[in-house]
């Protein structure tokens, strides 16, 4: 999410149409501003929703996060996706490693499989995607190498 | 899972206040005391109002748990319970070995150091042994670096973690030394951290872990504590920030500067030597009774009398205009652990999320620190 907003693409892919899109309490809880506000605007306009964490076990969180030690927010993402059957969408590697490892790859995603998304869609042109992953990359994100034939 | 039971019962919060704050009935939180499974929604609740993480009720690695035990261990059976500051300590050196990259092991520099007696001549030739190995060999001048000496060269981790019931408090655990300072006026702080150093040189060759706590207004007193190794680390502190050589040229510069034409050392004088050296007024005038140039029980008798006549040592200094204090840096994150983190994250060692808890510091500002890395 913080990519996403980082590459000012944020609501281009929240408005896929394709997907709908959800964020956890405890994930929402790590949003700092100028992140934060971003988000309640997404929910407030629909865009975006909270998940509801009274529907998945506080135990079965412990034992996700006592065996892969991920944080709070990744651990609540990983829960939802291995036992309530949603898709992850992650830029962190061992995140995304642990998560593909317990539903399948094609259930996790990240920034730049969200845009590339996007640009299929016809929501954003190939170029755009490539001036979105290079703002990423400026604000610090954590993303692999990629170049512009990856947005095909 | 830690026991919800644990956490509460450690809190040292009545349940009927827990309930409260978390909308959770009493009954579900007596349920959940007996053994029940709360949801993820119920545990945050409990987590809120508890100030804890979520995950506060799960981790509980070996070095953290150990950590927990030796803190818990240096204060009286009757006050542990409710010391949240010991979780929170623990916390961050279990979390710190997640971080470290322990093929970069360090070698504590400790071994040059000898504490047998706890006397002063012991504190006074250690103080001298750490500005030789440390600062350069210089035995004058104000130690304003010392957080930065204490990271680079001490390779110690040293955390400003918000504790207000608790001066500093330091540790060696698994081989790596850490000290903790609460945020305060910046020279106490320093004078807490000085003082943390004296207690790791003295207890380095038990060879075993070991943890001390100070709590609030137990470092830099004015009358010394009965306790020996809490008056070794004070005079240790005194020594180091303010040597004997530079404080006798300090004063004999700021007594040329005042006009001073008395025998006796005065307020002015100093809060001077204090404002230069980057310690408060207590510490400066404790260490001239420790040089005999004040009497004994001058310390006390002249912070007294400024806090009577102005409110404190500092609106005194104030109010005769002296020079501004000196800034002191504490950085936020010792920068070894943020390069590690930062190594690891790439590398899909530990996650970003993960880090941030560890690191104190949220994602955002984990990335703001790669862009840092990056260019």
Known sequence: MINLVNGRVFDNVLTLGSDDFFIGSLSYGECKDPYRTKVDQAIANGSLSLLDDSRVSATRFADLLNQYSLGDGETECLLFTTDLGYSMASDDRKARTIAQSQAGESRVTGSLGLLRKAVRAGKLSQQNAMDAYTKMLESGGFLPGIDVNFFT | ?375
């Open chain 2, 1 to 375: 899972m830690k026991t919800i039971a644990d956490r509460i019962s450690e809190s040292g919060i009545r349940i009927e206040k827990i309930s409260k704050s978390s909308g959770i009935s009493k009954d579900r939180i007596l349920e959940f005391m007996a053994g029940a499974d709360p949801s993820l929604y119920e545990l945050r609740k409990l987590a809120d109002a508890l100030k804890m993480n979520v995950s506060d009720f799960v981790v509980d690695s070996g070095v953290r748990h150990r950590a927990n035990f030796l803190f818990r261990q240096t204060l009286p059976r009757n006050r542990v319970q409710g010391l949240r500051f010991i979780d929170d300590y623990s916390r961050q050196i279990g979390y710190s070995f997640e971080v470290l990259d322990t093929t970069q092991k360090s070698i504590l520099p400790f071994k040059h150091f000898k504490v047998m007696h706890h006397t002063y001549e012991e504190a006074d030739t250690n103080a001298a042994t750490f500005r030789s190995l440390f600062c350069d060999n210089d035995l004058v001048s104000p130690l304003l670096s010392l957080p930065s000496i204490v990271i680079e060269k001490l390779q110690t981790l040293l955390f400003v973690l918000p504790e207000q019931s608790v001066d500093g408090a330091s540790a060696i655990i698994d081989g790596q030394a850490f000290i903790f300072v609460s945020p305060r006026f910046a020279p106490r702080m320093l004078f807490t951290l000085a003082h943390e150093i004296g207690h790791l040189i003295a207890h380095h060759e038990s060879r075993e872990e070991f943890a001390t706590l100070d709590l609030e207004n137990q470092t830099g007193r004015l009358k010394r504590s009965v306790k020996k190794s809490e008056a070794f680390a004070d005079t240790f502190a005194g020594c180091l920030l303010l040597p004997k050589e530079g404080v006798g040229i300090a004063l004999k510069k700021i007594r040329e500067l005042v006009g001073a034409q008395s025998d006796s050392i005065g307020d002015i004088e100093l809060l001077y030597l204090s404002r230069i050296f980057g310690v408060s007024f207590q510490a400066a005038a404790v260490r001239c009774e420790d040089l005999n140039l004040l009497p004994p029980g001058g310390a006390i008798s002249l912070y007294e009398k400024l806090t009577k006549e102005h409110g404190s040592p500092e609106k005194r200094a104030e109010s005769i205009n002296l020079p501004p204090r000196p800034k002191i840096e504490f950085p936020m994150v010792p920068r070894r652990l943020l390069l590690s983190a930062i190594n690891k994250i790439r590398n899909g060692e530990i996650s970003i999320g993960r880090a941030s808890n560890a690191l104190k510091l949220s994602i955002a500002d984990i990335m703001l620190y790669n862009t840092q890395r990056t260019h």
